[in-house]
């Protein structure tokens, strides 16, 4: 009984590990061909047209920034600086959104909040890719189950660190585009496929470690009670033996005591 629920949890993380997985990857490869759902992941899109060197419109995705579309997208760049939307220009961009970094395109707060975000969104997929080939044995064996936990764990901490960095830089970046007066809305698609990631690795680090703890204290117990009653029945059937030998040899001592005296008497 606790192995067919290990073997469920095992089999339901294994599943939920490869979903989120497929969504991560939808985002990180946003803007590479323009197929949906990859043209369809941006994570903010806005009105860029009245800021100099921009694109009439700009779609932020993880390694670029593109036009309408996922279209006409510029150089990938890793932890790519939001102000690279504007490379050479920034005359009328919001004001909060320019500063010193990024080739003078980029304030610090959201330089830093999407290099850091960018960051733990990659070594939360690295840890899930780990978690993954881990739970392939998750059905089967407790030891993996739990090891795929504790690895997915890690990946779930960096996971939220990534998701909240990188919302907070986009809601914070569309209020700001807000307040000047451009259009700009998020993107459903990346935000959707980022936190429905989460929320199956959350839902996945749950089932390895009830998968891990199924039937584990129980199954202990019932082979130490059947081990005991095997050694009490082993035990009473020597006790049986001893008292069987016991009668035997009494039973051959009066034989031959009785034996004894018949001949004294005829002697």
């Keep these: 009984?606790?192995?067919?629920?290990?073997?469920?949890?095992?089999?339901?993380?294994?599943?939920?590990?490869?979903?989120?997985?497929?969504?991560?990857?939808?985002?990180?490869?946003?803007?590479?061909?323009?197929?949906?759902?990859?043209?369809?992941?941006?994570?903010?899109?806005?009105?860029?047209?009245?800021?100099?060197?921009?694109?009439?419109?700009?779609?932020?995705?993880?390694?670029?920034?593109?036009?309408?579309?996922?279209?006409?997208?510029?150089?990938?760049?890793?932890?790519?600086?939001?102000?690279?939307?504007?490379?050479?220009g920034g005359d009328g961009a919001p004001a909060d959104l320019v500063g010193s970094h990024g080739k003078h395109t980029t304030s610090t707060h959201y330089y830093y909040l999407w290099r850091f975000g960018w960051v733990f969104y990659l070594i939360s997929l690295f840890f899930t890719v780990m978690a993954f080939f881990t739970a392939l044995l998750a059905p089967c064996s407790r030891l993996a189950s739990g090891l795929s936990g504790l690895i997915l764990t890690g990946s779930l901490f960096f996971f939220s660190l990534a998701a909240s960095l990188m919302t907070a830089e986009f809601v914070q970046a569309r209020d700001r585009f807000k307040a000047a007066g451009m259009s700009t809305k998020i993107g459903r698609y990346a935000f959707g496929f980022t936190w429905g990631a989460w929320a199956a690795i959350f839902l996945a680090t749950i089932f390895l470690f009830l998968g891990c703890g199924a039937g584990g204290r129980k199954d202990d117990t019932v082979r130490s009670?059947?081990?005991?009653?095997?050694?009490?029945?082993?035990?009473?059937?020597?006790?049986?033996?001893?008292?069987?030998?016991?009668?035997?040899?009494?039973?051959?001592?009066?034989?031959?005591?009785?034996?004894r005296r018949v001949k004294d008497e005829y002697a």
Excluded: E
């Design 1 to 88: 009984m606790a192995g067919g629920i290990r073997g469920a949890m095992g089999i339901v993380s294994l599943i939920l590990i490869a979903g989120a997985l497929v969504l991560m990857f939808f985002v990180v490869l946003s803007g590479v061909t323009n197929s949906t759902p990859l043209n369809k992941t941006y994570f903010l899109r806005a009105d860029t047209s009245s800021i100099a060197g921009a694109r009439p419109v700009s779609q932020w995705t993880y390694f670029y920034v593109c036009g309408s579309g996922n279209t006409d997208c510029g150089k990938a760049v890793p932890a790519l600086p939001f102000g690279y939307a504007w490379v050479g």
């Design 225 to 259: 009670s059947r081990g005991a009653t095997t050694s009490g029945g082993l035990g009473n059937v020597g006790f049986f033996r001893r008292q069987r030998s016991r009668r035997s040899a009494r039973g051959s001592f009066v034989d031959n005591d009785s034996q």
